[in-house]
C-alpha cells in the first residue's frame, strides 16, 4: 500500500505520496515541498515539525528522508550529483525536473559517505 505525508494546519490540509516528494525546503514558519510531477506546495509548518511528522507517519519511506542543514530535508531516491566543492547538490526525477540545491561541504560530504556505505 502506498504510504502517504498528510500535513495538517488551521486551514489547509494536504496528503502527499511519500515517494512523490522530491525535497523540502524552508523559510522560517513556511515550508515547500516540491514534488516529482513538478508540482510544489507551501505549508505553514517549520521544517522541525515536518520532520516528526515524517518519523510519525512514515514507515519505510520515511528512512529514504535526510536533512541536509537547517532548511532542507531531501528524498534519496532522486539524488543524481553531489558536487563538495561546489556545494551544489541536484535532485532529479529522472524524466524532465531537476533541481538544483546549495548545502554546506560537510552536509554533502556526511551525505556522500552515508551513500557510499550504502552502495558497499
Known sequence: MKEHLTISTATDLLRLGAEDIIFIT???NYSTFMLAYGNSHVVT???????KLIKQQ??????????IGKSL?????YIQYI???KQQLILS????NS???????EALRQLK???????K
Open 113 to 119: 559517505d552515508l551513500i557510499d556505505k550504502t552502495i
Open 93 to 96: 526525477d529522472g524524466k524532465m
Open 83 to 85: 558536487n563538495i566543492p
Open 26 to 28: 524552508s523559510d522560517g
Open 99 to 105: 533541481y538544483s540545491q546549495t548545502a554546506s561541504k
Open 45 to 51: 509548518m517549520q521544517l522541525g515539525q515536518i520532520e
Open 73 to 77: 530535508i531531501i528524498n534519496s531516491d
Open 58 to 67: 512514515l514507515e519505510y519511506e520515511g528512512a529514504k528522508y535526510i536533512r
